[in-house]
């Protein structure tokens, strides 16, 4: 059964906080993304990593970096949390190659930054 | 630039009947892929039905079917015999060939009553 686990569904942070989200996923997947969402702006890639050590920034990485030290594992930093980055963070992974693959999503991590 | 347009952000259909969901795009792009995903209320975001953008045949998926009309850049999503477990956030996505790059619409909350 396809898996991705993030390690916490609800936290709280103060501003000023450095937070670790981490993404694991059991597929052997080579992509893995890290989304926000907010209401009434959809899902915004914020970075991609396409193998370990590899990243891409996406539309939003302005005050996150991550870090993919193994293949199943995706981790998002921010590294001096702010009130504008309370969100609900998504993590994904995909198969990549010719085959139509869907991305498999996380459950979720809700972030309030106080 | 890769877009994705929902402009219905809230819909409402009675359990049975049968309700569409509008998606616009726009990309640049000669291969890519359109998704439809659901969001249940504090759930998983799971797959609901894909196309890839060479085939000219609407995929169908038992009760959840595409219109997609390549030339308008138009994909959108029906569900026929509504179900209250139908109800849910519903995300549009456009995918890139490779799959490194997905891009989300803003989201249709669903709502189907009894």
């Known amino acids: 059964d396809v898996k991705v686990t993030q390690s916490s569904r609800y936290l709280v942070k103060r501003t000023g906080e450095k937070v670790f989200l981490e993404c694991v996923q059991d597929?052997?997947?080579?992509?893995m993304f890290w989304y926000r969402q907010d209401p009434g702006l959809g899902l915004r890639l914020i970075y991609f990593?396409?193998?370990?050590?590899?990243?891409e920034k996406g539309d939003i990485p302005e005050g996150y970096s991550v870090s993919r030290e193994k293949k199943e594992r995706f981790s998002l930093i921010l590294e001096s949390a702010s009130t504008n980055q309370t969100s609900m963070y998504l993590c994904a992974s995909i198969l990549s190659g010719g085959n139509v693959e869907t991305q498999y999503f996380g459950p979720g991590t809700r972030l309030l930054v106080l | 630039a890769q877009t994705v347009t929902q402009s219905q952000p809230e819909m409402s259909v009675q359990e049975a009947e049968t309700v569409t969901l509008s998606c616009t795009y726009d990309?640049?792009?000669?291969?890519?892929?359109l998704f439809w995903y659901k969001q249940p209320p504090s759930r998983q975001m799971i797959l609901v039905i894909r196309q890839e953008a060479y085939k000219q045949q609407n995929a169908t998926e038992n009760r959840f079917s595409v219109n997609f009309q390549k030339a308008a850049k138009s994909f959108s999503l029906k569900i026929s015999d509504s179900q209250l477990g139908d109800t849910a956030m519903y995300f549009c996505a456009l995918g890139s060939y490779n799959f490194n790059k997905f891009y989300f619409g803003s989201g249709t909350k669903l709502n189907v009553k009894p």
């Open positions: 597929m052997d997947h080579e992509n």
């Open positions: 990309t640049s792009e000669s291969n890519y892929y």
């Open positions: 990593s396409y193998d370990v050590k590899m990243k």
